[in-house]
Structures are given as C-alpha cells and as structure tokens.
C-alpha cells in the first residue's frame, strides 16, 4: 500500500485493511477478514458494521462486498471536505469562542488606577502609553462586527499610521467591516501617511478630508471608543469608553466632521516644499533633539509645556516618525537641523 492510505479520508487503519480485504476477496464471509488485522475478532466485526452502517460494505454477513472504489473515494472526500469547511468557517470568525471564554474568566484589571466600571463591565479605563494603546485598538477592531469610524489629525499619523495598523484596517475590511476616516485638512505630510490611506481607500475604506479637525477619535460598532488623554500628544494615555452616553456623543460629532468634509480625492494634493519649516517649528525641532526633558525645551523656547508638546507631536507627524530619535534622523536627513 505504500504511504497510500485511506487515513486522509476518516478510515482507520482496521477499517481500511476490512475493506481491501473485501476488494480483493468480493462475496467472503466477515469472519474470514478476521485475518487481515491484529485485532480480535471483535474488533474486525465493529469495523465491518462500521463500514457497512457508511456504505463501503453491502451484503450480509455470510456474503460481503466492497462498493467500488470510485463511489466509496468520492464520498469521504465529499465527507472530508465538509468537516473541514465546517472547522475553516468556525475558525474564520473565533470571536464567539473568546466571548465565551471571558465570560467565564474573571473580571481584568487594567493598569492606570482611573479605571470606573459600571456593573460588570468596565465603563472608563484609562491607558498609559502607546503599547497599551496599540493593544487595545488591535482588541476592539477584532471585536468589531459592522463599523469602525476613525478620526486621526495629521499628529496622530506618525504613531498609527504603522504597517501593523494598516494591515490591521486592511483585515477588517475583508470581514465586510465598514471603515470609515476623516483626516485633517493638513493631512497627511508624510509619504507612509498617504500611502496607507490611499491603500485602505482603495480596499473599500470611505477616506475624508474634515477642516478643524484637531483631536484623535476611535469608534468601535457605535459601542467603544478610544479618545486621547492629552488632544496634543497620543502619547500621554488614552481613554477607553464603552458608556453609551458619552460613546453617542462622539458618533454625532464624527458624523457632523464628516458631513462638512470632502472625498480624499477630492482634496488637492500638498505641493512640494509645503512641508518647510517655521520658525518656531525649528525651534522646537532642534531643542527635541538637545534638550533632555520637555520641561526643559519649553522654559528655553519661551512657551507653555502644552504648546511646546504639540509643536513636538505636529513635528512627528510632519516626519512621518514614529519616535523623537527616528525624528531626529530624518531632520538630519533633510538638512532642517
């Protein structure tokens, strides 16, 4: 038989050495195949009536034949073939499953000590840093049933505009998950930035252009949403809502941002050299790349810690860096310090 077994087919191997026996001895009696395995007799009968219980047998006990091999192949295939349609599609879509699990795990405790829950459920939980962020966001969107609305001003680009968040966005379009994006009208500076929203536009993502739009805003089904602690650095913490109220209140905002906004293709593209800095933009860069804290930088540029973080994060986004030090090396690169 060689490496030519019925295994891939849901035959044991007592099972398949019943059936061969039969093949190749049509008419014989079941107990003459008691010769043809290991197993006692027993064994050998439950295998035949298995056998015969699926139609690969027929006959009597005295009298046994194999249905042909043609018929017998083609049907557990058809059989195999369902089984595993049948564990692809449970396995396509495993969130059931992992509902379920939580509901039997205890209840998590989040890091931040700001978390207030409502009921079972936690209500308000605040994140501390981009990791926690980037965990959470990559929690929601595969939780995400019908719809994700996104509103990332140009700050906001450098930290999530990742690959991992646009193939992220990019699954969640395939599950039949609406995506939909407002950017600000200075969006987006950085090559990666355009790249990816024009990628997700082109997998069905709806992408527009909102004037005024000034802080991050992530909703999940209408039920989660995710809002910056600080509107001008993502990199303070995050809010996480799943209070109805506050969760409506922002849907509505977003839906009038989007009314009033304009198709991505629409929007005319940044010039070359737009992207040039001003003076107090120079400012900022080169004491980002001296100075040790930001309080620091601040008292030495002569604005408020506020301000000089926003001209910090506006810098990153501009640069399409993820980090002040990968910031530091592109401005090099392009000669601003």
């Known amino acids: 038989m060689g490496t030519h077994t019925m295994s891939p087919l849901g035959l044991s191997s007592t099972e398949e050495a019943v059936y061969r026996f039969f093949l190749r001895n049509p008419g014989a009696a079941v107990r003459d195949a008691r010769t043809v395995s290991p197993m006692d007799g027993e064994g050998v009968d439950r295998a035949a009536a298995r056998l015969r219980d699926r139609g690969l047998l027929h006959g009597s006990e005295a009298r046994t034949w194999a249905t042909d091999p043609g018929v017998v192949v083609a049907r557990l295939t058809e059989e195999q073939l369902d089984s595993a349609y049948r564990t692809l599609r449970r396995l396509a879509d495993p969130r059931p499953i992992l509902r379920s699990l939580r509901r039997d795990a205890p209840a998590p405790s989040f890091a931040g000590g700001g978390t207030v829950h409502a009921g079972s459920a936690v209500a308000l939980d605040r994140l501390e840093d981009l990791g926690q962020t980037l965990a959470r966001i990559d929690r929601a969107a595969f939780h995400a049933d019908a719809e994700i609305l996104a509103a990332v001003p140009n700050r906001a680009l450098a930290p999530l505009s990742t690959t991992h968040t646009l193939s992220l966005g990019l699954r969640c379009l395939r599950r039949g998950v609406r995506v939909r994006v407002l950017v600000g009208t200075e969006a987006p500076t950085s090559a990666t930035g355009a790249d990816h929203l024009r990628r997700l536009r082109s997998d069905g993502a709806e992408v527009r252009v909102a004037d005024g739009l000034s802080e991050l805003m992530l909703v999940y089904d209408r039920r989660t949403a995710l809002v910056p602690v600080d509107a001008h650095d993502i990199g303070r913490g995050v809010l996480c809502i799943e209070e109805s109220g506050p969760v409506s209140s922002l849907v509505t905002l977003f839906e009038q941002l989007c009314a009033a906004a304009t198709d991505l293709t629409?929007?005319?593209?940044?010039?070359?050299?737009?992207?040039?800095?001003?003076?107090?933009?120079?400012?900022?860069?080169?004491?980002?790349?001296?100075?040790?804290?930001?309080?620091?930088?601040?008292?030495?540029?002569?604005?408020?810690?506020?301000?000089?973080?926003?001209?910090?994060?506006?810098?990153?986004?501009?640069?399409?860096?993820?980090?002040?030090?990968?910031?530091?090396?592109?401005?090099?690169?392009?000669?601003?310090?």
Request: aromatic share 2%.
């Open 266 to 337: 629409d929007h005319p593209a940044a010039k070359p050299g737009t992207d040039s800095l001003t003076g107090t933009q120079r400012t900022v860069l080169l004491l980002m790349c001296t100075a040790t804290k930001d309080e620091a930088g601040a008292r030495e540029a002569g604005m408020s810690l506020r301000t000089y973080r926003r001209h910090v994060s506006d810098l990153l986004a501009l640069l399409g860096a993820c980090s002040r030090a990968q910031a530091a090396l592109l401005a090099r690169e392009r000669g601003w310090v």
